[in-house]
């Protein structure tokens, strides 16, 4: 049955329409995943269409073609043909081409009155040549993305479309909540940065260690709730690993990766949705083209890339019947790094590392969101009580006196006996954590606990989490302390040798 616009994307088209009548050839359409983009595609193409107008519609994916078809014929765009390899669909006749921006680069470009460009922040030297072509100057190419932060993109596109940003289409119903929680916490201090994201290698070898291995599944049958899963690892030998920690652990699960034939990838796509599986484990192949009935999302691939990141987390945020939240279990610490996905944004086109504007560098940037010590669920910046554990942190005065000198922190420390059960759980989580970021021996976070509070640290669990401003200012008054210590008795056995001499 034919969709019909929502308020979003009837504002996104008369966007599109006054961009082009104000001259623009190249604007560029930014929506969330799962805001209809393809319908969006599908309604301009009609517009088109009842002009006599040539369309071609290119997508990055082969696996993108036939999924585009269906689209299109859901909104009563029949007359479309194929240009991918030897398709069944293929009739160059046809006033609508879906093309694959493979299969364009082989071939002689059709003629064509109006360019679309689908996942348009993957960048091909080819479009760029293509749209230069002085041939094809006047006619208009429309580029489709959910993350248009591509560096230079704004050197190939003139304008910038933002029809509803990631945080409205939740707000309105139209797009699935989320919940985080961050119960890992990866030393990622030795990978290496290549091509602006971690190098691979050396990040496989982080994040296959037995025991995150065995914390993805525990922290899945823990707090998953059998939901339909999709879990991004980082390599095919990872993604393979954890799928049979899923599978040595009762829980069916299936595998995809690059090389997973179309058909195979459907197959295990309604396995998911029928319940015989609850868990697809992949390697990145599942970041697009994808609208499977998806309620949580394992990150076991940590990213500096806002756009990947992004991407992975719109798997999940599709709405479905009875699903009243998106659950994301990051066991990498992106969203610790790079923040909630809805707060992630971008007002204006990238136009190369050499032209960051000027109000690019006044802005302030977004406040991180932080981890409840006690539950692991990660609260937006400024949010003192875990929305889901009710933990709330004490509020303490802003001075520490300490062996004489008076120290800032953002909570006094208490006396010994005052300490509630949550503080000491969460300053252990913090010494462990250090502990592991340090290279250092298990019991230096003893030691440091035991400095903290006066005993060893019994009862408590061994859950790592990343330190706080109160523990970082702690850990600097503690090594000054030491400094001092060490200099005092350096000073005590010069004089010392000095009177024996």
Not at 75 to 90: E, F, K, R
Not at 270 to 293: A, E, M, Y
Request: hydrophobic fraction near 40%; charge should be positive.
């Amino acid at each position: 049955m034919k969709a019909t616009l929502r308020p979003h994307q009837t504002r996104a088209i008369a966007a599109v329409r006054a961009s082009l009548l104000a001259g623009c050839r190249r604007p560029m359409v930014s929506l969330p995943t799962g805001a209809g983009k393809t319908v969006i595609a599908a309604a301009i193409i009609e517009g088109a269409l009842a002009k006599g107008k040539r369309v071609l519609f290119v997508a990055p994916f082969l696996s993108l073609i036939d999924q585009t078809v269906e689209a299109f014929a859901a909104q009563d765009i029949a007359s479309v043909g194929v240009m991918q390899g030897y398709h069944p669909l293929t009739d160059g006749t046809q006033p609508v081409q879906v093309c694959s921006m493979q299969t364009l680069q082989r071939r002689r470009l059709p003629k064509a009155d109006l360019v679309i460009v689908d996942e348009a922040h993957r960048w091909y030297e080819f479009l760029g040549q293509w749209m230069a072509m002085p041939e094809w100057q006047r006619v208009p190419f429309i580029g489709l993305s959910a993350t248009p932060w591509t560096k230079g993109l704004g050197k190939h596109y003139d304008d910038l479309i933002v029809a509803a940003t990631m945080a409205e289409l939740i707000e309105a119903g139209i797009l699935s909540p989320y919940r985080f929680f961050a119960p890992s916490h990866p030393d990622l201090s030795k990978v290496r940065t290549q091509a602006g994201d971690y190098h691979e290698g050396d990040l496989a070898e982080v994040m296959a260690q037995p025991t995150l291995i065995g914390d993805v599944v525990s922290t899945w049958l823990r707090l998953g709730e059998d939901r339909p899963t999709l879990v991004f690892a980082v390599d095919r030998a990872h993604a393979r690993k954890l799928a049979d920690g899923f599978e040595a652990a009762g829980v069916s699960c299936g595998y995809v990766d690059a090389n997973t034939e179309r058909d195979e990838r459907e197959r295990i796509g309604q396995r998911l949705r029928n319940g015989q599986i609850r868990v697809v484990c992949n390697v990145g192949c599942l970041t697009t083209g994808v609208d499977w009935d998806v309620r949580c999302i394992v990150l076991a691939r940590p990213t500096k890339s806002e756009a990947l990141f992004v991407q992975i987390i719109g798997r999940g945020l599709r709405t479905a019947e009875g699903k009243d939240h998106c659950l994301v279990l990051d066991h990498s610490d992106t969203t610790l790094r790079l923040g909630f996905p809805a707060d992630i944004r971008h007002d204006a086109l990238d136009m190369g590392k050499h032209a960051t504007s000027t109000a690019a560098k006044r802005e302030k940037p977004t406040p991180l969101p932080k981890d409840c010590p006690a539950c692991s669920a990660l609260k937006p910046a400024g949010v003192r009580k875990c929305l889901s554990c009710g933990f709330e942190p004490e509020r303490q005065s802003e001075i520490e006196e300490h062996d004489g000198n008076l120290v800032q922190l953002n909570g006094k420390r208490k006396a010994k006996g005052e300490a509630t059960p949550h503080d000491k759980q969460a300053f252990w989580s913090m010494c462990l954590w250090h502990a592991q970021a340090k290279g250092w021996k298990s019991g230096a976070a003893s030691h440091r606990y035991r400095d903290r509070f006066g005993v060893w640290p019994r009862g408590l669990r061994d859950d790592p989490a990343a330190p706080d401003a109160d523990f970082e200012r702690w850990m600097t008054a503690q090594n000054i302390r030491s400094a001092k210590a060490r200099q005092k008795h350096q000073r005590v056995a010069a004089q010392e040798a000095s009177h024996a001499a």
